[in-house]
């Protein structure tokens, strides 16, 4: 998210949020990976039809901790590509942050 000249840009901390991780059973879908990618992705994290990641309800099964407290990615260093798109301030981001009742300006 790009903000108006001379602003700055919403400022949040992933590891305190969570919400993008936990929004849709949808989202963490596989689109872009090379098969190198994804062999790096624990199978238990991988859904059964390897469309994306494995989810518990809309949560995803690599999140650990209680969204909009602590959290954390148990694969980060492999993460799906449509992870590593979501940044914070963007639109996904605040999208996923106002469902969960986060703040979405700093």
Excluded: H
Aim: proline residues 7%.
């Amino acid at each position: 998210m790009l903000a108006p000249r001379g602003l700055a840009a919403p400022a949040f901390d992933c590891q305190s949020c969570g919400a993008c991780c936990s929004y849709s059973a949808e989202w963490p879908r596989f689109s872009t990976e090379d098969d190198a990618q994804l062999d790096r992705i624990p199978a238990r994290y991988v859904a059964t039809n390897e469309s994306g990641m494995r989810c518990e309800g809309v949560r995803c099964s690599a999140l650990t901790g209680e969204v909009g407290k602590a959290t954390a990615c148990g694969i980060y260093d492999v993460r799906p590509d449509v992870c590593r798109a979501c940044m914070p301030g963007d639109d996904d981001c605040l999208m996923a942050r106002r469902a969960y009742g986060l703040p979405t300006t700093s």
